[in-house]
């Protein structure tokens, strides 16, 4: 396995893209179509895979994501962001009360590599997709680490979210790792928009 790509983007482009998170869901809670910049920077063009979660509480409440993208980032993340808002079928839709009360986290993906000797998986530096005929799960790489979780228990749980048994990454599956560049309100202590 070659080593995925360390992703970077200026402090100023993740602050815009929590920006456009923030604005889009709101937008959409109030019936309204999500203001995207026009034009957009350069360096919000590229389509890359991206997963936005949504926080209350430090309680994860929404993330919906794409690992392959189809369109550029920013647009992209204004549709990740209202989809894990109101989309994500383990939680009841956000409503406009409860969005001063949210923080977005954003986590921009590299392209999946295969993994061929799971000891080169690191903890907290590596996502994990893994496939089993229909089945796919996927794990963040914060997921592991804010969990405390081992390799062992980090493929485990990638197994049990694609629907599998939990060993089953020893048989027959495909494994792929990914990077993921993480940023957040909370880091960056953005205060919501009212």
Same mark, same amino acid.
């Given at each position: 396995m070659s080593q995925p790509v360390t992703l970077q983007l200026a402090e100023a482009d993740q602050q815009l893209l929590l920006q456009i998170a923030r604005n889009a869901v709101q937008a959409y809670l109030n019936g309204q179509r999500p203001p995207l910049p026009d034009p957009p920077p350069e360096t919000l063009m590229g389509s890359l895979g991206i997963f936005v979660s949504v926080h209350k509480g430090g309680q994860l409440r929404g993330c919906i994501g794409s690992i392959l993208a189809t369109n550029p980032l920013y647009r992209?993340?204004?549709?990740?962001?209202?989809?894990?808002?109101?989309? #994500?079928?383990? =939680?009841?839709?956000?409503?406009?009360?409860?969005?001063? #009360?949210?923080? =977005?986290?954003i986590s921009v993906l590299s392209s999946p590599e295969y993994v061929q000797d799971v000891n080169h998986i690191e903890v907290g530096k590596h996502g994990l997709l893994i496939s089993k005929n229909s089945a796919r799960g996927l794990l963040l790489p914060q997921v592991a680490s804010e969990r405390g979780w081992s390799r062992e228990r980090f493929l485990e749980e990638t197994c049990k979210k694609a629907g599998l048994r939990s060993d089953d990454w020893k048989e027959d599956a495909t494994i792929q790792c990914f990077t993921a560049l993480v940023f957040s309100e909370k880091q960056s202590h953005l205060t919501a928009t009212q």
């Open positions: 992209s993340t204004a549709e990740c962001a209202i989809a894990a808002a109101v989309g #994500d079928p383990r =939680f009841m839709p956000l409503t406009q009360k409860e969005l001063a #009360d949210v923080d =977005f986290e």
